[in-house]
C-alpha cells in the first residue's frame, strides 16, 4: 500500500473549519444494518477489515440502520485499533424505543432485514439528540464520535432549524462532537443549512453522481463559498451505476427505463474507454472541489477492496469530453484531471 498523502483512497481532508478530517474514501454502514438481506457478523467484520487495509479511515453509520445493528458491527470491527487513526461518523433524529410487546416481525418496512425489536421516533429536540448520541456511543463502545448529523429532517424542517442544530453547536462547543452537518437525500435543505447556520459539513446522498447533478446548482457553490465541506454518498445512485441491469435500484426503487438506458449508455462509454463505470462514477464525484469524501456502502471484503481499486484507477480525459459531448455530463461539472491515456 502506498503512503496515505499519495494513496487518493487514504488522503485525508478537514472537514469545514475544524479539526475533524476524514478519508477521501469512506465506508457507508447502511448495509451492515442488514440493508435489503442479512449479513453475518463475520461478513460485516471482513468487510470493515478489508477496507481498513485498502486505507479508508472514515466510517459512517446511524441508529436508523437496522435499528442499530450497523453502529453495533462499526464499532465491534473497529475495536482494538488506535482511536486517533480512524473518524466515526453518526446521525441523529430517529430515537429508538423498544416496540411494544417486544419484536412483533421484522424491519423490512424500512429497509432491514432484522427483527422489528424497536421503533424509530423523529426527535430533533435537545434532549432527543443527547438521548439518541448517549444510545448510539454505547452501541459504538466508544466514549465520542467525531461527526454528528441531523439525519433527514425533510418533513421536520422546524424543529431541526430551532431545536436540532442549536443541540449540536452546543455539543461541538462542549466538545462532546468535533464536527456537526446534516445528512439528507435533498439539496435545497441542505443548501438552507449551509447558508443559515455553521454546520461543518453536509452528507447529500444521491444527488450528485453521474446520473444526478442536482447539487451542482445550488449545494455545492454555496459550501464552497461558505466553507463548508460535502460528503457524496450514494455513487453508484443506490446500485444502478456500480451494474446497470433490468431490475437495478435507482434511488432504492426499481431503475425507470428512461435512466436505466442512459446508465447503460455512461457504460458503454467507459467501456470503450478501457475503464469502468464504477471508477468513472466514483472519481466524477470526488472531483468537485466543495467534496471532502466519498461514502460508498459496501456489505463485503470483495466489495470493499473493488470500491477502493475503482477509485484508485484514472478515467481518461477523452471519456469525460465524450460524456460532455453525447450530453450525459454538464459542460459545468468538474472532472479530475486524469494521468489515463486517452
Known sequence: MSDAADDPVAQRRRLGRGGVHV?????????????????????????VDAAWRQGVRYFD??????????ERRVGAALAGRPRSEYTVGT???????PADGGAAGDDLAHGFAVPATHRRVWDFTADGIRR??????????LDRVDVVHLHDPDDHAEEAFRDGYPALERLRSEGVVGAIGVGMNQTAMLTRFVHDTDVDVV????????????????LLPSARRRGVSVLVGGAFNSGL??????GATYDYAAAPQAVLERALRLKEAADRHGTTLRACALAFCAAH?????????????????????QFRAPVPAALWAQLREEGLLPHDAPVPASTAPA
Do not use: M, W
Not at 24 to 45: C, H, V
Not at 61 to 70: D, E, F, Q, V
Not at 203 to 218: G, I, W
Open 203 to 218: 452528507l447529500c446522498a444521491n444527488r450528485y453522481t453521474l446520473l444526478d447533478q442536482s447539487a451542482l446548482t445550488d
Open 241 to 246: 451505476l456500480a451494474d446497470p441491469r433490468p
Open 23 to 47: 478519508s477521501r474514501l469512506g465506508f457507508g454502514g447502511g448495509a451492515l444494518g442488514n440493508l435489503y438481506t442479512p449479513l453475518t457478523d463475520e461478513q460485516a467484520y471482513a468487510a
Open 289 to 309: 472541489p466543495a467534496v471532502a469524501g466519498v461514502l460508498v456502502g459496501v456489505r463485503s471484503a470483495a466489495e470493499a477492496d473493488d470500491c477502493a481499486e
Open 132 to 141: 439518541t448520541l448517549e444510545a448510539s456511543l454505547e452501541r459504538l463502545g
Open 91 to 97: 446521525k441523529v433524529g430517529r430515537r429508538l424505543e
Open 61 to 70: 453509520t446511524a441508529p436508523h440502520y437496522g435499528i442499530g445493528l450497523s
